[in-house]
């Protein structure tokens, strides 16, 4: 997984944060995770769609990071076939997710309006 330092000006939240991307493949799940700027990220690799592993990792990373249970997550991924289920999975487990719009041979693919249940 290819590790990128954003700059302060770009990024910035106030408080602790729990940091997560995903690279979500169709048999396998690469995930990252930080704390903050400076800090060295976690790199897991999951099952696709295996929440428990999900669940498991951001424990652990939790307390790699030396942060309590209550402090937020935050993640990104790229919207896809994967997209809209675990947006909705990770708002469910109070985790704060952004949805990236897939891009194909450099536009962007306008995705499907998720539907509220």
């Given at each position: 997984?290819?590790?990128?330092?954003?700059?302060?000006?770009?990024?910035?939240?106030?408080?602790?944060?729990?940091?997560?991307?995903?690279?979500?493949?169709?048999?396998?799940?690469?995930?990252?995770?930080?704390?903050g700027l400076g800090q060295?990220?976690?790199?897991?690799?999951?099952?696709?769609?295996?929440?428990?592993?999900?669940g498991h990792e951001i424990?652990?990373?939790?307390?790699?990071?030396?942060?309590?249970?209550?402090?937020?997550?935050?993640?990104?991924?790229?919207?896809?076939?994967?997209?809209?289920?675990?947006?909705?999975?990770?708002?469910?487990?109070?985790?704060?997710?952004v949805r990236k719009e897939?891009?194909?041979?450099?536009?962007?693919?306008?995705?499907?309006?998720?539907?509220?249940?």
């Amino acid at each position: 997984m290819k590790t990128a330092t954003a700059r302060q000006t770009e990024y910035a939240t106030s408080g602790l944060v729990l940091h997560m991307v995903f690279e979500l493949g169709e048999s396998r799940w690469k995930l990252g995770f930080t704390s903050g700027l400076g800090q060295k990220p976690r790199q897991r690799t999951i099952d696709a769609r295996d929440l428990i592993a999900l669940g498991h990792e951001i424990r652990l990373a939790r307390q790699r990071f030396g942060l309590a249970v209550t402090v937020p997550v935050k993640s990104c991924y790229e919207a896809g076939r994967e997209g809209f289920w675990l947006h909705h999975y990770l708002a469910f487990c109070h985790a704060d997710s952004v949805r990236k719009e897939p891009t194909w041979k450099g536009r962007t693919v306008a995705a499907a309006p998720c539907e509220e249940t």
